[in-house]
């Protein structure tokens, strides 16, 4: 069974930047995609970003683009989220999860989750 750990959440205000990471807990196929989504009270979970780990490709949600940056350090099967330029409606729990074909942003596809780390924005 794969874990993903995320660390990184906080407080910060509007206009200002948080980097997230997930760290797997094996660094095989299983984890070739890894993703983040985040889940706002009362709202669906959204999709954020995902990266395909052994070609480097990478997607955003439309919510996000132009903002945060998603980037793999493959020797620490780690996955970084860096979140810049951060709006109150950034604020939710956000997740991490992989699996092991391509980035995509179905949540669906995802077989392992983390727990989440909370994010909050302050206008």
């Known amino acids: 069974q794969v874990e993903l750990v995320e660390s990184g959440g906080g407080l910060v205000q509007a206009g200002g930047s948080l980097k997230l990471s997930c760290a797997a807990s094996e660094n095989t196929w299983r984890t070739n995609a890894m993703a983040w989504f985040r889940q706002a009270p009362g709202k669906e979970r959204e999709f954020v970003a995902a990266?395909?780990?052994?070609?480097?490709?990478?997607i955003y949600g439309n919510s996000v683009k132009g903002r945060f940056i998603i980037a793999g350090d493959n020797d620490k099967s780690t996955v970084f989220l860096q979140m810049n330029s951060l709006k109150p409606e950034d604020s939710a729990i956000y997740f991490c999860?992989?699996?092991?074909?391509?980035?995509?942003?179905?949540?669906?596809?995802?077989?392992?989750w983390g727990q989440g780390t909370q994010v909050t924005v302050s206008s």
């Open positions: 999860a992989a699996h092991q074909a391509s980035a995509t942003p179905y949540s669906d596809w995802y077989k392992y």
């Open positions: 990266i395909t780990r052994n070609s480097g490709g990478t």
